[in-house]
């Protein structure tokens, strides 16, 4: 997903990671895409790459290193787990809903 521009969540590595995939990506595709202990681009669910030949390289790199892959695919599903989970999100949004008709 070698995004130059976007924001929020990006749903190409959304799916990717629900897949099992692991994505290279720009740091632009990266942003909003980490929890806060995330402590380096390398604990994300891929690669992150910030020209065209690292994204070739890091792309092969990726798909031919079995270690590299299976960190990076177990780092993607915990990521979804992580930011995009339902239960907590549909909490978030029933507080949200709560709120909202207690000050109408």
Known sequence: ???R???GIKGKIVDSWG???PVVTSPVGAEGMMTTDAIASDDW???IVSNEDEFVEAAVN???TKELWEYSQNRAIELLNSL???EQN???IDEALS???MNL
Do not use: E, I
């Open 99 to 101: 709120d909202a008709m």
């Open 62 to 64: 990726l798909y031919t």
């Open 19 to 21: 897949y099992g995939l």
């Open 45 to 47: 669910g891929g690669l």
């Open 84 to 86: 995009f989970n339902k």
């Open 5 to 7: 521009f976007g924001a």
């Open 1 to 3: 997903a070698p995004l």
């Open 90 to 92: 549909l909490q978030v």
